[in-house]
């Protein structure tokens, strides 16, 4: 059976979500899988950033680590999982920017029938981030992936981490996540990902 491929595009401001999606890259690799872990780009100049303590240093330290995701990573991959933190309950712009410029595989149809899930992070406990992964199903359905729910499809789902929906992690003030309990619900989506995506290869 072919290796999948899985493009995994984040934005990450602290490092926190950044270290969920590479619990996502681990449980996808573990299947096989080939990954691509890409940070999307902040949309706001380094003189903003600059204001706030720590986030210049640690985007120009996760870009060091990560490329910018493309439309062509995403015509590479056989599936897609999205990670952000939420912002007031919904998916950051930085990652909304990346999905917003599929706009021309979606006219070609070019990612209908890839595997596609999502995964979030917010400070607090009640920060949305059901909501968030929820509200990426949409763009999903539209863009004509197969939406793969972590479901509770392993012991891992019943430790209080994560949602049926997809994986998260509450961080804290200041950020202090995920912990391992966080980190495994990561890693167990992108094995049950892979493994969806081996599945629609072979079909």
């Keep these: 059976m072919?290796?999948?491929?899985?493009?995994?595009p984040f934005y990450s401001r602290?490092?926190?979500?950044?270290?969920?999606?590479?619990a996502v890259a681990e449980g996808a690799q573990s299947e096989g899988a080939e990954v691509?872990?890409?940070r999307v780009r902040e949309l706001v100049d380094w003189d903003i950033m600059s204001g706030v303590p720590g986030w210049k240093e640690s985007a120009e330290a996760m870009n060091a680590r990560h490329p910018a995701p493309t439309t062509d990573d995403a015509v590479w991959a056989d599936a897609v999982i999205f990670g952000t933190p939420t912002r007031f309950g919904n998916v950051s712009?930085?990652?909304?920017?990346?999905?917003?410029?599929l706009g021309g595989?979606?006219?070609?149809?070019?990612?209908?029938?890839?595997?596609?899930?999502?995964f979030a992070g917010s400070s607090q406990q009640h920060g949305g981030n059901e909501s968030t992964v929820i509200s990426l199903w949409n763009p999903l359905a539209h863009l004509g992936f197969i939406i793969v729910p972590t479901g509770y499809a392993d012991?891992?789902?019943?430790?209080g981490a994560g949602s049926p929906y997809g994986a998260s992690?509450?961080?804290g003030h200041p950020p202090s996540g995920p912990?391992?309990?966080?980190?495994?619900?990561?890693?167990?989506?992108?094995?049950?990902?892979a493994q969806v995506a081996k599945k629609l290869i072979a079909a």
């Design 2 to 8: 072919a290796a999948p491929k899985i493009l995994i």
């Design 14 to 22: 602290s490092g926190t979500v950044e270290r969920l999606a590479q």
């Design 36 to 38: 691509r872990l890409r």
């Design 93 to 101: 712009s930085e990652l909304k920017a990346y999905i917003d410029s």
């Design 105 to 118: 595989l979606w006219a070609k149809g070019s990612l209908v029938g890839k595997a596609g899930s999502a």
């Design 155 to 159: 012991p891992v789902m019943f430790a």
């Design 169 to 171: 992690v509450i961080s």
């Design 179 to 193: 912990t391992e309990a966080e980190l495994a619900v990561g890693r167990f989506q992108g094995k049950r990902v």
